[in-house]
């Protein structure tokens, strides 16, 4: 009697589709990857409706929840020539590498007096100094924020001058904890009014419209 | 593990000396593993998108009272926002020594209610407008002026935002998209006089 055979099936699969599949994901996520940069601080942002883009140029004030300020302004010619400002304002001198450190960083909550010691420090250092800082200085006895603001302002409109650009295109973001205290939300924006700046993006999360 | 050589392997019968036919296919495992290596690594770190922002405007300090802007007495509203979680205080019209103090809440059948109740009218115009953008009968110049002109009629609700001390950043920014739901353009934050901040005690007592 001859026995049943049991057909045997290749157990080998065709894998071409996955793996194309695959690449083509990967191709995706690295074309649109934006690495996250470090933050100095992290704020928790309210959601809103809003589903306006934050702008390509932007001086951004981030306030965390103890009131602390950090300062940061995307444009790396701008962040140079500010740090010049702030270095002759402050009689602090930076070194090239020093200089070199800052315009490759984004949120500095430094005051002056301590800006040079922390762009010299190594990444460890710098971690443990941002969770001790008190931030950028903004009382009406050492307004530092203010000078920030006002260098930034300047240098930028003389750019786009030089450029041939218009100049007030630079945006105003203020990116701040939902339990921050209005009140100093509102200090904050007191100093940007001084320097006549009165339109501000406040930072957001997208929250679906109920 | 992506080729399994199956079916080859057992004794043969037949030494017959032929040129060995080498495989052609590759084992891919290795090449798969580190795919799918980068994929979850570029999942992961992803940051979809920028955030959003939302725009908003603050009142200048007039240097003297000839530029301070008059309030109509019928059409403001004013929402007192303090630390007390999911409450708003709020009156219509100028605060005088007997005015009422209601309260409401952050929910869409709270304070979202009551602003499309006043606003009813700014928003119709506005829902109007834009079905008439939708459809293009309409150019996006004249959108924006008429959009303006809606807005900032004499009988569109004007509301202020009071704040005090330990009102926190959440409640302004959530009153604030409320009121861009609901279309209010005439809005202002600021602080609480005393006699907010004394009516506001009366209630709580």
């Known amino acids: 009697m001859p026995k049943i055979k049991v057909p045997r099936s290749n157990p080998s699969l065709d894998m071409t589709p996955m793996v194309d599949l ?15 940069t470090e933050q100095a601080v992290v704020v928790d942002t309210p959601s809103s409706v809003s589903d306006k883009l934050l702008p390509d140029n932007v001086m951004m004030v981030t306030v965390d929840t103890a009131g602390r300020v950090f300062y940061n302004i995307d444009d790396q010619n701008v962040r140079r020539k500010v740090l010049d400002n702030i270095a002759a304002r402050y009689k602090v001198a930076f070194t090239e590498k020093e200089i070199k450190e800052f315009v490759l960083m984004k949120d500095v909550g430094m005051p002056t007096a301590n800006l040079k010691q922390y762009l010299a420090a190594d990444k460890a250092e710098r971690i443990r100094m941002d969770k001790a800082t008190n931030g950028i200085p903004y009382d009406s006895l050492n307004n530092e924020l203010y000078d920030w603001i006002l260098f930034g302002r300047a240098v930028d409109a003389n750019i786009a001058e030089q450029n041939g650009k218009e100049p007030d295109r630079l945006k105003y973001a203020i990116k701040s904890d939902s339990e921050t205290n ?6 904050v924006m007191k100093v ?19 | 593990m992506a080729e399994l050589n199956t079916g080859e392997g057992g004794g043969g019968k037949h030494q017959k000396k032929r040129a060995k036919k080498s495989s052609t296919k590759v084992d891919m495992t290795p090449m798969v593993d580190l795919a799918f290596l980068l994929l979850t690594f570029f999942v992961l770190t992803a940051t979809f998108g920028k955030p959003k922002t939302m725009d908003i405007n603050m009142p200048v300090d007039p240097k003297d009272d000839k530029n301070k802007t008059k309030v109509e007495d019928q059409t403001a509203m004013t929402l007192l926002l303090t630390d007390k979680k999911g409450v708003i205080y709020f009156y219509y019209g100028v605060m005088k020594a007997d005015t009422r103090l209601d309260s409401t809440t952050y929910a869409s059948n709270g304070l979202r209610k009551i602003l499309l109740d006043k606003n009813k009218k700014v928003i119709t115009q506005m829902n109007d407008l834009r079905a008439k953008r939708e459809k293009r009968t309409i150019a996006d110049s004249t959108y924006k002026q ?4 809606v807005k900032g009629d004499r009988d569109a609700l004007y509301v202020i935002v009071k704040t005090n001390d330990k ?3 959440k409640s302004v920014v959530d009153v604030m998209d409320e009121l861009n739901i609901c279309e209010v353009d005439k809005k202002a934050v600021i602080d609480m006089s005393p006699l907010d901040k004394a009516a506001l005690k009366k209630i709580n007592n």
């Open chain 1, 22 to 36: 695959a690449f083509l994901l990967v191709t995706f996520f690295m074309l649109t990857a934006t690495f996250r």
């Open chain 1, 182 to 187: 209005y009140a100093t939300v509102r200090k």
């Open chain 1, 192 to 210: 940007f009014q001084e320097v006549n700046v009165n339109t501000f993006s406040l930072i957001t999360d997208l929250e679906g419209k109920q």
């Open chain 2, 146 to 149: 008429t959009e303006q002109k």
């Open chain 2, 167 to 169: 009102t926190k950043y």
